[in-house]
């Protein structure tokens, strides 16, 4: 399985953007995914993640209202949908899977698609 993560870019605060993770040679409705970035200098850091079955999301309490993780199992793709972006939402974001859940732990995921550069300027 591959992990695809595409739709980076630079923005400024306030502002909107979508990231997607298209999964290639599995399914994902077999897959829990998570989603983490890390900013220069610091360590990874959880975002989100979903399940592989009910859709159920857990975010990190610095994203928790702004950003929004969801599946299209049809397209093989998870999104991490990110609103009122500011300065240190600055970072890599990647996206990981699992066979079982999601996990805050990065070391938990076996699968991990390379990271898309998010810059959000004051």
């Known amino acids: 399985v591959q992990l695809q993560a595409s739709g980076g870019g630079l923005v400024q605060a306030g502002d909107s953007l979508r990231l997607s993770c298209e999964v290639s040679?599995?399914?994902?409705?077999?897959?829990?995914m998570g989603w983490f970035r890390q900013a220069a200098g610091k360590e990874r850091e959880f975002v989100g993640g979903?399940?592989?079955?009910?859709?159920?999301?857990s975010y990190s309490d610095s994203v928790k209202g702004r950003f929004t993780i969801y599946r299209d199992n049809d397209k093989n793709t998870a999104y991490l949908e990110m609103n009122s972006l500011t300065p240190e939402d600055t970072g890599v974001y990647s996206c990981?899977?699992?066979?079982?859940?999601?996990?805050?732990?990065?070391?938990?995921?076996?699968?991990w698609g390379q990271g898309t550069l998010v810059t959000v300027s004051s």
């Open positions: 990981a899977a699992s066979r079982l859940t999601y996990y805050s732990d990065y070391a938990l995921y076996s699968v």
């Open positions: 040679g599995a399914a994902l409705s077999d897959y829990a």
């Open positions: 979903i399940d592989k079955t009910y859709g159920v999301t």
